[in-house]
C-alpha cells in the first residue's frame, strides 16, 4: 500500500479511523480495513480501494469519490444501499443488490 508516497507492506489498519477531509488521491489502500472509518469529506480521486473493508464506514458523496477503484463486492454494497433508497432503481442495480444481501445475510426491501 502507498499513502502520500510512502510505502506500506502490511495491510493498513484504519478502523474507527478520523479520515475527515483527508486528501487521499492516488491512495493504494487495497485490502485496507476502513471499517467505521469517517471518510465525509475525504478525497479519494483515483484511490485503489479494491479490498477494502468499508462495513460501517462513511462514503464521500461528491466529487472526491470519483474515479475510485472498487471491488465487485463493494460496487455489490454500495447496489444494496442504493435499492434501500431508490425504489426505482434499474434492473441492473437490484440483480447486484440481491446478490450482495444473499451473501450478507440481509433483506434487500
Known amino acids: 500500500m502507498r499513502i502520500n508516497g510512502y510505502v506500506i507492506e502490511t495491510m493498513a489498519d484504519l478502523r474507527d479511523a478520523d479520515l475527515r477531509d483527508a486528501d487521499l488521491?492516488?491512495?493504494?489502500l487495497r485490502d485496507a480495513d476502513l471499517r467505521c472509518a469517517d471518510l465525509q469529506g475525504a478525497n479519494l480521486q483515483y484511490a485503489d480501494l479494491q479490498g477494502a473493508n468499508l462495513d460501517f464506514s462513511c462514503w464521500p458523496l461528491w466529487c472526491g469519490s470519483k474515479n475510485v477503484?472498487?471491488?465487485?463486492?463493494?460496487i455489490d454494497?454500495?447496489?444494496?444501499?442504493?435499492?434501500?433508497?431508490?425504489d426505482k432503481a434499474p434492473d441492473s442495480i437490484v440483480i447486484r443488490a440481491n446478490q450482495a444481501a444473499e451473501r450478507r445475510w440481509v433483506k434487500v426491501k
Not at 488521491?25 to 493504494?28: E, I, K
Not at 477503484?69 to 463493494?74: A, G, P, T, V
Open 25 to 28: 488521491r492516488c491512495a493504494d
Open 69 to 74: 477503484k472498487l471491488d465487485d463486492n463493494q
Open 77 to 86: 454494497q454500495l447496489c444494496l444501499h442504493l435499492v434501500w433508497v431508490w
